[in-house]
């Protein structure tokens, strides 16, 4: 396998350390950093926590479904339970009765955890700035990514999701 | 039947009665409420026995300010009538409804939500859409319109466009 396709995995010593690299994956033998190694595993395979609130939920679905194929990511997996789900994907608007809703599933994910505040309403309230929706979704759970739009089409979110993908392997320390 | 008969059938006791629109709309004042729908629902000409919906308009401009209304439909006649009723701003209370028509439990309630009138009777009485402890009736025209603050553990953090950084 051509070093270039172990994205993340080389060992950091700069061009003059490539050449060393290929011969030791020719016998075998990746060398990286722990931190790496699990910032690359976390990034492959995200499984996000169904989380649609509103036609956001629609665009999500047909980025999940075969047209998009979130699969090619490793992350076509939708989790109906937030313990097995490491991505809350905040599609639609969110009320304020849905707040603590929200914030409950949030909390019940394992860490290390994402938030993905996708469209405008999420993100900003959007069109509803009313009394029933909450002025965005970042006051009641942090958000790594926002991701506008009125809803953002599949292209969108999954330009989210990768721009999410890059801070994952490149971002934070293993614990 | 259509509505100009209906109006006059109505008429026969209560004389306030309106056809606008081929609607038939009859206004009584809040004492009379019960005593009127009663009437509605049971004579057999008119046999008004589905209550389709009961809900609020608020009129800062005009007394009374709130107007309650009540969309009635017969099964047996398939013809509808609307009763209107109207709550002055400083005592707005009605008799409930929900022993004569079960289904204004939850109707009584979003009007309770929304408007902050009161139905005298009602037996749960409290906000069914808007979370428990809301503060105000914000369908009423006096209400503040735009984003509300988050309202989350204590928290109490402003819309986006009037957060300071």
Same mark, same amino acid.
Request: aromatic residues 10%; without cysteine; negative net charge.
């Given at each position: 396998m051509p070093v270039e396709r172990l994205e993340g995995l080389h060992t950091g010593r700069g061009q003059a350390g490539r050449e060393d690299d290929e011969d030791e994956v020719r016998r075998g033998i990746l060398l990286t950093t722990m931190d790496k190694a699990v910032r690359w595993a976390r990034k492959q395979s995200m499984w996000p926590v169904t989380f649609g609130l509103a036609c956001c939920a629609i665009e999500m679905m047909a980025a999940g479904a075969? !047209?998009? !194929? @979130?699969s090619r990511w490793g992350m076509e997996l939708f989790r109906a339970s937030p313990r097995q789900a !490491? @991505?809350?994907?905040?599609?639609g608007r969110v009320s304020q009765k849905m707040g603590p809703v929200l914030r409950t599933v949030y909390d019940q994910m394992p860490e290390p955890k994402w938030v993905i505040s996708m469209g405008v309403c999420a993100s900003a309230g959007g069109m509803f700035?009313?009394?029933?929706?909450?002025?965005?979704?970042d006051t009641i759970v942090p958000v790594d990514i926002y991701v506008p739009g009125c809803p953002p089409k599949p292209e969108m979110l999954m330009y989210g999701i990768l721009r999410l993908h890059e801070k994952v392997r490149t971002e934070g320390h293993f614990k | 039947m259509r509505a100009e008969e209906l109006a006059g059938l109505v008429r026969a006791r209560y004389p306030d009665v309106v056809v606008a629109r081929g609607e038939a709309t009859l206004v009584v004042d809040r004492s009379e409420l019960v005593d009127a729908l009663a009437y509605l629902r049971d004579e057999p000409d008119l046999s008004?026995? +589905?209550? +389709?919906g009961v809900t609020a308009t608020d009129w /800062?401009?005009?007394? /009374?300010?709130y107007w309650l209304a009540y969309d009635l439909y017969s099964m047996a006649h398939t013809h509808r009538v609307r009763l209107k009723v109207g709550l002055p701003e400083d005592d707005p209370h009605v008799r409930s409804v929900v022993a004569m028509y079960p289904t204004a439990n939850w109707h009584e309630r979003e009007v309770y939500d929304f408007y902050g009138i009161v139905f005298d009777g009602h037996p749960d009485l409290r906000r069914i859409l808007? /979370?428990?402890?809301?503060?105000?009736?914000? @369908?009423?025209?006096t209400e503040d319109l735009g984003g509300v603050n988050t309202r989350y553990r204590g928290a109490f953090i402003p819309p986006v466009d009037r957060r300071t950084t």
């Open positions: 075969g !047209d998009y !194929d @979130l !490491d @991505l809350m994907i905040v599609a700035t009313n009394y029933a929706v909450v002025q965005g979704v | 008004l026995d +589905s209550l +389709s /800062p401009d005009r007394t /009374p300010r808007l /979370p428990d402890g809301w503060d105000g009736y914000p @369908l009423r025209k």
